[in-house]
């Protein structure tokens, strides 16, 4: 898998985990989660594995933030995206948004 693949793999469990933060997905996000990784270049079995642990309830794996801090900006972007991906922001997502941009843009050190 490609270095831009493997880094949006962790864009993908990462917002699968903000999207999943109010104990609910709705149809818009996780359509808009699928088109992004496919977009994205996402390996279909990675995928494929994230959602079936989605919809069988089982524990959505950590994502890598080290790897994620690469690129703050863009993942922060895509979780802006997904935010407003179902024309409503909860206060959930609201909240977690602003603790990924602090996740991702605290200084090393």
Do not use: C, Y
């Not at 890598?64 to 407003?84: C, G, H, S, T, V």
């Amino acid at each position: 898998m490609s270095d831009e693949a493997t880094f949006h793999v962790e864009v993908v469990k990462l917002l699968l985990q903000m999207a999943w933060s109010d104990d609910a997905l709705d149809p818009e996000e996780r359509e808009h989660i699928r088109t992004a990784a496919v977009k994205w270049g996402v390996p279909d079995d990675e995928l494929a594995v994230l959602m079936e642990r989605l919809d069988q309830g089982q524990p959505l794996p950590v994502p890598n933030l080290k790897l994620l801090r690469q690129k703050p900006e863009a993942a922060i972007a895509a979780a802006r995206r997904l935010m407003l991906a179902d024309g409503k922001i909860q206060a959930g997502e609201a909240d977690m948004l602003a603790q990924i941009k602090e996740m991702l843009t605290v200084s090393a050190g």
